[in-house]
């Protein structure tokens, strides 16, 4: 088991920086994969970034390419999601999630957090 728990959400202007994080506690987290998703009101949770389990790999949903960044250290069994130029449509609940694998596929990541909310306003 992996018990994940985001941190880090709030509200910000639209243009600014919020910082995520995703602390893993129980079975080593340096095993998994790890993935960022949101969901909107109203919306299906979407894929919003992934990176391996050594951290050299990474991919992005094409509405985040260029100013999200996701990143890993595995000697804090932290993940972490920079997040920059934030848009009013960012606005989300945002959950982390650790696999065995960096797939965009939410039924793939066995272990989900809480969720963290982020509010972008205009």
């Known amino acids: 088991q992996v018990q994940l728990v985001e941190s880090g959400g709030g509200l910000v202007q639209a243009g600014g920086s919020l910082t995520l994080s995703c602390a893993a506690s129980?079975?080593?987290?340096?095993?998994?994969?790890m993935a960022w998703f949101r969901q909107a009101p109203g919306k299906e949770r979407e894929f919003v970034s992934a990176?391996?389990?050594?951290?050299?790999?990474?991919d992005y949903a094409d509405s985040v390419k260029g100013r999200f960044t996701i990143s890993r250290d595995n000697a804090k069994n932290t993940g972490y999601l920079q997040m920059n130029s934030l848009k009013p449509e960012d606005t989300a609940v945002y959950y982390c999630?650790?696999?065995?694998?960096?797939?965009?596929?939410?039924?793939?990541?066995?272990?989900w957090g809480q969720g963290t909310q982020v509010t972008v306003s205009s």
């Open positions: 129980g079975r080593t987290f340096s095993m998994y994969a």
């Open positions: 999630a650790a696999g065995r694998i960096r797939t965009r596929v939410r039924g793939a990541y066995d272990y």
């Open positions: 990176i391996t389990w050594s951290g050299d790999n990474t």
